[in-house]
């Protein structure tokens, strides 16, 4: 399995971005997709799930600014970031969980937060 990050950048506070994940060689269309990011000196943190179902959970920290969605025919997921700030400012890494019927949670965000698979990051600053 492969998930290949991309769109991130340098951008200036109040701006846009939208990184975009392609996951190639999964044997299922059922699993929960992520997006966490980790700024340096801070934790990882989980800020986005998608489940296939469709689903959705956001961080309080970034709702209303950040949009989860996904192309299940391209297998790929996408976050769209709005109104950036510097505290945004992170690597920005997309994951994927299977989803099994010994998986269940009662929360999306708990079935999210230890993936199967990780991508490999994408840098995202926001200059103030």
């Known amino acids: 399995v492969q998930l290949q990050a991309s769109g991130g950048g340098l951008v200036q506070a109040g701006g846009s971005l939208r990184l975009s994940c392609a996951a190639s060689?999964?044997?299922?269309?059922?699993?929960?997709a992520a997006w966490f990011r980790q700024a340096p000196g801070k934790e990882r943190e989980g800020i986005s799930c998608?489940?296939?179902?469709?689903?959705?959970y956001v961080a309080d920290s970034v709702e209303g600014r950040f949009t989860i969605s996904r192309d299940a025919s391209k297998n790929t997921v996408y976050l769209q970031m709005d109104g950036l700030k510097p505290e945004d400012t992170a690597v920005y890494y997309c994951?994927?969980?299977?989803?099994?019927?010994?998986?269940?949670?009662?929360?999306?965000?708990?079935?999210?937060?230890?993936?199967?698979?990780w991508g490999q990051g994408t840098q995202v600053t926001v200059s103030s």
């Open positions: 994951a994927v969980r299977m989803w099994t019927p010994s998986r269940i949670t009662s929360r999306l965000q708990d079935f999210c937060a230890t993936p199967d698979y």
């Open positions: 060689g999964l044997t299922s269309d059922r699993y929960g």
């Open positions: 998608i489940s296939s179902g469709g689903p959705k």
